[in-house]
């Protein structure tokens, strides 16, 4: 016989491991890009696979839908089911995946769709003409060499331009900078926005001057939004791990650990004192497997530690982790502390992204509100299904 749920009241009532979002640093966060989005001129199009979350999607425009950007149809359909109708799949379209586009469309809902060939062009093409519906598409601009994209002297990008357009279907241009993932100065940053700026407006410009329209010119990745010091000729602006941020953008100096919004409650289950060990409910499956700080001067293993409050416990580290099971050890001569089985901890993660992709939901607690013992539990969010 199954009971009904109990609500969680405070940090020390839902089993473990749980993921928690603070909302008051989540909201800093957000204000503090939207303000750099406003200075610099351009529409801001927060990508939402970080959060997933219908519930941190309505504070990011005071309430009301904006516009957005996905990684797969099926975030698309469940915010165009929430009302969102101006998206963006920023992610390479397979042809297969044309029909589902369509539905969205006749919907109602503005989808844009990425490639980066002649033969997903063409497919577009024949697809939005046999369906009697543009289908609005942005051209990927290669402007670093991380992924996928043409270059800006492709030849391959006016004849792209030119079968996109005659089927109705071309939008314009997109391009993100993910090699600033590994931009590891504040100057480094700069020329790294500058350099996805510039790329972007010129593959824009090889368009316009081949008599081809653009009207969409979009860039964007955490690093480089918040470094960007001129978005001239650029019309919108995409970020997606600014709403929570993590270890990785810590150590690139992005953003300070205490601005982190997600973290993971784990509670002790062992010691191994012959080794320095303290156990913990919460492995890899709660934290995921992303090591993204093992590249950089500060190495986090699988995350920091703090308190219920969110107070770094000095020198301990989520140094190992397997699937259910998370191993903490001190370092800098920290000493290991005295946690008895029972203690609840949270672990900051080393990528907010692939840590939320574990968790169905968010407890959500609010810092700037004082508290005694374990933070109250504000309310629980869900996360979009079919992710």
Known sequence: MHTAPVIAQTLADPDTPFAVVDVHRMLRNIERLAAKADRLGVVLRPHVKTAKSLDVAALLHSGAPCPVTVSTLAEAEAFADGGYTDITYAVGIDPHKLPRVIALLRSGVTLRILLDSTEQATAVAEAARRAGIGIPTQIEIDCDGHRGGLRTDAPALTRIGRILHDAACLDGVLTHAGESYF???????????????????????????AGLPVHTVSVGSTPTAHAAEDLTGVTELRAGNYVFFDLVMAGLGVCRTDDLALSVVVTVIG????????????????????RGTSAQARD????????????LVPGLVMSAASQEHGTLTVRDDAVLPDLPIGTRLRILPNHACATAAQHRGYHVIDSSRPTTGAPAVEAVWSRVSGW
């Open 183 to 209: 931009a590891y100065s504040a100057e480094e940053q700069r020329q790294a926005a500058k350099n996805e700026r510039d790329t972007a407006v010129t593959a824009a410009g090889r368009l316009r001057a």
């Open 271 to 290: 010691h191994r004192p012959e080794y320095g060990w303290i156990v913990t409910d919460g492995g890899w499956m709660a934290m995921s497997r992303d």
């Open 300 to 311: 986090q293993g699988y995350g920091l530690v703090t308190d219920l409050d969110g107070t």
